[in-house]
């Protein structure tokens, strides 16, 4: 289990398991809403199930990991790190990339330092697997903190949307 510095002295972080399905999948649900503006009468049925399924999965399989942050037993923040790969680049020769996602840091804990802590945990995880090609999608409310660690905008990437 690894304590936190600074404010957050209380806190702890610790590696997600597989035992920690239940409470990954609301999180994630509890992301979406946040990020999406939804409401809470929003259907997310499809988006817990599935989302259930990708963290049985890929915590089994090591293409996933996730961080808790911990007040004593109350959830106050989470955040995880996706493994892919990818065709061989120059910039990249093993293929192999990383993407931060499902940042989130429970309202009532905000300002503490928690969100820094928990990518850096991610982005340390990415380095022990010796990826160094990181990338994540920021709202506007965790730019400054993507900025400050060190993440630019990516210049050329485009994505087609389905209509």
């Known amino acids: 289990m690894i304590s936190g510095e600074g404010k957050e002295k209380a806190l702890?972080?610790?590696?997600?398991?597989?035992?920690?399905?239940e409470l990954l999948t609301e999180t994630r649900v509890e992301v979406l809403r946040a990020a999406n503006c939804l409401s809470g009468d929003a259907d997310m049925s499809e988006?817990?199930?599935q989302s259930y399924r990708y963290y049985q999965r890929a915590l089994c399989e090591g293409t996933?990991?996730?961080y808790l942050a911990l007040d004593g037993e109350q959830f106050a923040g989470a955040g995880g790190v996706s493994y892919f790969q990818v065709m061989?680049?120059?910039?990249n020769p093993s293929?192999?990339?990383?993407?931060?996602m499902n940042m989130y840091t429970r309202p009532e804990y905000r300002r503490r330092g928690i969100a820094y802590h928990m990518l850096d945990l991610l982005v340390r995880d990415a380095a022990d697997r010796g990826i160094d090609a990181i990338s994540l999608e920021a709202t506007r409310m965790g730019r400054p903190l993507y900025e400050k660690y060190g993440f630019t905008q990516m210049g050329d990437e485009m994505e087609l949307r389905k209509k």
């Open 12 to 21: 702890t972080y610790r590696k997600a398991s597989i035992e920690d399905l």
């Open 47 to 49: 988006v817990r199930e």
């Open 64 to 66: 996933h990991t996730a």
């Open 88 to 91: 061989p680049t120059y910039h």
């Open 95 to 100: 293929g192999n990339k990383a993407y931060i």
